[in-house]
């Protein structure tokens, strides 16, 4: 009886061992078929990103503050994501004619929109530093009150183009709750 439970155990051992391997093994395979940047990873260095302020139609002090409000609402999506660090406009004076290499950049969003009526027509273009080549680009066209949400939804597209993920600007967290404080 006692030999019997021995060899039962030692098969469990086994099945387990065995699954613990294929649970290891499996998720490399899987990795080989795609490339992404891992964005959970601690160590490595953050992606550095220039979001000099959005161009606008006009050289009105309005239009100045709307491109600089639209460029803040990126820049701080884009970090929000956790693998980026956007360069402070402060150090280039937000104009977007910098020097992007010497300041580190990796990345460069140059934007400009116009405003017809209450339309909006907002150009974004991401150009690599290095290769000065571009490297994502959108077009949208939207109600003046959809002004965030069409720099948010850019906003997601970039990070699906940086990691193969859709980002998650756009999305609500809710919180639900009892008259107790409890879920």
């Keep these: 009886m006692e030999r019997k439970r ?7 051992r086994a099945f387990l061992g065995l699954m613990l ?12 078929e795609r490339v992404y940047l891992d964005i959970s990873a601690s160590a490595g260095r953050k992606m550095m990103v220039a979001v000099p302020y959005f161009a606008g139609g006009s050289m009105s002090q309005q239009d100045a503050d709307r491109g600089r409000k639209m460029a803040e609402l990126l820049g701080q999506a884009l970090e929000f994501h956790g693998f980026i660090d956007v360069i ?22 140059q934007a400009s929109y116009q405003i017809a009526g209450d339309t909006m027509s907002l150009e974004m273009r991401v150009l690599e530093v290095t290769s000065n080549k571009q490297f994502s680009g959108r077009r949208y066209r939207g109600a003046l009150a959809q002004e965030e949400d069409m720099v948010l939804r850019f906003c997601d597209e970039l990070i699906k183009d940086f990691t193969g993920e859709l980002g998650l600007s756009r999305t609500k967290i809710a919180f639900v709750s009892d008259a107790g404080g409890r879920k």
């Design 88 to 109: 402070d406009a402060a150090r280039y004076g937000g104009g977007q004619n910098g020097d992007w290499a010497a300041l580190g950049a990796d990345y460069v969003v």
């Design 21 to 32: 391997a294929l649970l290891f093994c499996l998720p490399s395979l899987a990795a080989a």
């Design 6 to 12: 021995h060899f039962a155990d030692n098969r469990g």
